[in-house]
Nanobody, 121 residues
Framework: VQLQASGGGLVQAGGSLRLSCAASGSIFSINVMGWYRQAPGKQRELVATITSGGLTNTADSVKGRFTISRDNAKRTVSLQMNSLKPEDTAVYYC????????????????WGQGTQVTVSS
């Protein structure tokens, strides 16, 4: 199972970016998908998650500015980031709780490679 993230970059404060992440490989099903971020010198933190049924959980720090969405058929999760602030600068990681094919019902946690988001003031 692989997660491939894309869409990071450099943007001015107040701007927008859209991150996308695609899951591939021997996948039976995907439970929760989400985005986390890690700024320099800080711990990785949750940004937003979404269940297969579309229920979302969004960090207070980005609520009202970031929107997570998902396409179950394409096995993708996206993060629309608006009104970006310098404090949103971080490496963003996608995450998925995956039940691989042929390994029973146990799910496993997978991470993408991370994509840099830099917001200039």
């Amino acid at each position: 199972v692989q997660l491939q993230a894309s869409g990071g970059g450099l943007v001015q404060a107040g701007g927008s970016l859209r991150l996308s992440c695609a899951a591939s490989g021997s996948i039976f099903s995907i439970n929760v998908m989400g985005w986390y971020r890690q700024a320099p010198g800080k711990q990785r933190e949750l940004v937003a998650t979404i269940t297969s049924g579309g229920l979302t959980n969004t960090a207070d720090s980005v609520k009202g500015r970031f929107t997570i969405s998902r396409d179950n058929a394409k096995r993708t999760v996206s993060l629309q980031m608006n009104s970006l602030k310098p404090e949103d600068t971080a490496v963003y990681y996608c995450n998925a709780d995956v039940v691989p094919t042929g390994r029973g019902i146990q799910s496993y946690d997978y991470w993408g490679q991370g994509t840099q988001v830099t917001v200039s003031s």
